[in-house]
């Protein structure tokens, strides 16, 4: 076996257990002869897949009754769109602007209607989240827009936003299902699953009732309207099936790991190794605002681009991939998700200190 240890921002390490079911069931799915790759997204198999799926994800974030669950496609950037055109009711949005995907979210709602940028934190390169405790949140406004983590940028909102009452809108990508989640306090939680759940191709939205409405933007795509999503159960068209089913077998894992708040425990222990050993380090250094410090994306540096470039290689070649930070920001990122194991965090922070040593 050579496996290695993948920091990758997204897509991302998978639970080994996870990909070893599947391969299990590659060839034949629970005796009916073929793979769940190669079944009628209509067929008994697959209902019971989606909708097992659907309750485990219930359990976990103990969605209430009155919140739909859809797998949709089109990753998180499709819902950049969607979002506006299905909740802005009055025209306006407030958007809270952290980084890259907010800002990319926040430019694509300027396109259908009255897009406010109430915060940013973009005059520090995004290394903290905005002091969101009493925001001119317009009194019109239809919701306000959250990038929850930040994945470039390995910030997090570790206290929500005061959105005055208004409709909270949540882009949770980067650290869905890394903690428990009060649902009660969104109106739509959405992610792409391909950094902390499954493969790339599904995105899941969470979104209260009440916002799933018939009077849409005006000529927003049938595909785009969670009204049809909703009422067909995620079965509008044919869903990302094979996506769905890994989907679900992360969740029975998660469970298996002791839900939300045993992930949590363990995040917090993973992360707490890595940054203790950069707020030591003479050569490397976390570039974000300690209180604001993400769990599952971990930016730094060495302040030498050669010297990154250095550290990136040898950290390669020794089996620790995928640490290049972002094309934006240079540097280094460890995304350390829930499937990264504690061992693998271990094993980088030696490596990272004999490295130091060699280079002092
Ligand atoms: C990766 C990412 C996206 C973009 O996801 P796609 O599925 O590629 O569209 C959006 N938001 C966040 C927070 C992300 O991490």
């Known amino acids: 076996m050579g496996r290695v240890y993948n920091f990758s921002a997204g897509p991302a390490v998978l639970p080994e257990e996870v990909l070893q079911e599947a391969a299990a069931e590659m060839m034949d799915y629970k005796g009916c002869g073929m793979s769940v790759m190669e079944m009628s997204h209509r067929s008994k198999e697959f209902d019971n897949i989606i909708k097992e799926a659907e309750q485990d994800l219930r359990d976990l974030l103990n969605i209430p009754d009155n919140y739909k669950v859809l797998f949709l496609q089109g990753g998180a950037s499709q819902q950049f769109s969607a979002i ?4 802005m009711k009055n025209g306006v949005a407030d958007y809270i602007v952290t980084g890259q995907w907010a800002k990319k979210a926040y430019q694509e709602a300027c396109r259908y209607g ?15 989240i905005p002091d969101c405790s009493d925001l001119p949140i317009d009194d019109d406004a239809d919701y306000v827009y959250i990038c929850e983590n930040n ?11 005061n959105t005055k009452g208004k409709t909270l809108v949540a882009d949770v990508s980067s650290c869905f299902l890394s903690e428990p989640m ?22 899941i939205v969470i979104i209260r009732e009440d916002l799933i409405r018939d009077d ?21 068209n044919t869903p990302p099936c094979y996506g769905i089913y890994i989907c679900g077998k992360v969740f029975k894992w998660l469970k298996k790991q002791g839900g939300l708040e045993a992930m949590k425990e363990r995040n917090e222990k993973k992360a707490k190794i890595l940054y203790d050993f950069l707020d030591q380090s003479k050569l490397f250094k976390g570039t974000v605002v300690k209180e604001d ?8 540096v060495t302040g030498d681009k050669d010297m990154d470039a250095k550290f ?13 930070g972002h094309r934006t920001v240079g540097g280094m990122r460890a995304s350390i998700y829930n499937a990264m194991p504690i061992e693998g965090v ?3 922070v030696e490596f990272m200190e004999k490295f130091e040593k060699e280079n002092a």
């Open 84 to 87: 506006p055109m299905n909740l």
């Open 114 to 128: 009255k897009a406010v940028k109430v915060a940013s934190s973009e005059d520090k390169t995004f290394s903290y």
């Open 151 to 161: 994945t470039i940028y390995g910030t997090k909102f570790k206290t929500l936003p």
């Open 182 to 203: 009060d649902v009660t306090k969104y109106g739509v939680i959405y992610g792409g699953v391909q950094k902390n759940i499954g493969p790339a191709g599904v995105v």
């Open 216 to 236: 849409v933007m005006e000529g927003t795509p049938t595909m785009l309207k969670y009204k049809t999503q909703a009422d067909a159960g995620s079965l509008y």
């Open 293 to 300: 410090r993400s769990l599952m994306n971990v930016p730094f």
């Open 312 to 324: 990136i290689a040898e950290a390669t070649a020794a089996g620790f991939v995928n640490l290049k």
């Open 346 to 348: 271990q094993k980088l």
